[in-house]
């Protein structure tokens, strides 16, 4: 008897622990619409973030109405940047000449004579006629000028041990 009453205790407590056919469907409903919201939450905050990206990028990507807002600050930006470039490369190439021939030697050889082909045909035509028409008087012209002026082998000073020779020549002519 005993056993019979803990096994009717024992399906009450199923009967009551599982839920009903009607309150599993109004649960399942709950969670359907919970999801959709937050399903839809999501959305919403996907679309203002890509929303500010487009816009952010946007304006990043759009360099030109940039550069027509504040011209002289793109213009000294990209200046700089061609100097600095400009310069290293130059100072690369002038400490290589004399050297072994070392890859970063070939590179910087073939950089400069691809830069200065590209510079020649393209950058400077268009520089020259904008310089022409600005200021009036041909910049190329200018430029060769004082690269044939610079073409000349510059003095060395000579050191103190060529000096000292110098002098040491200089008293035994003297003395004979």
């Known amino acids: 008897m005993a056993e019979s009453a803990s096994r009717k205790s024992n399906a009450n407590k199923t009967s009551d622990e599982v839920p009903s056919k009607k309150q599993l469907q109004q649960q399942m409903a709950r969670t359907r619409e919970s999801v959709a919201e937050t399903v839809e939450e999501i959305k919403e905050t996907v679309n203002e973030q890509v929303a500010v990206a487009k816009q952010t990028v946007a304006g990043v990507l759009d360099y030109r109405e940039q550069f027509q807002k504040e011209p002289l600050v793109w213009s000294l930006g990209a200046l700089s940047a061609g100097f600095?470039?400009?310069?290293?490369?130059?100072?690369?190439?002038?400490?290589?000449?004399?050297?072994?021939?070392?890859?970063?030697?070939?590179?910087?050889?073939?950089?400069?004579?691809?830069?200065?082909?590209?510079?020649?045909?393209?950058?400077?035509?268009?520089?020259n006629s904008h310089i022409k028409e600005l200021f009036g008087f041909d910049f190329s012209g200018v430029l060769e000028s004082i690269g044939q002026g610079k073409k000349s082998s510059p003095r060395r000073k000579p050191t103190k041990r060529a000096l000292a020779k110098k002098a040491a020549k200089k008293s035994r002519k003297k003395a004979a």
């Open 84 to 127: 600095a470039l400009g310069y290293t490369m130059g100072y690369a190439h002038k400490e290589t000449k004399g050297r072994n021939k070392s890859q970063v030697t070939a590179f910087t050889n073939s950089l400069v004579d691809e830069l200065s082909v590209v510079g020649n045909n393209l950058v400077m035509p268009a520089l």
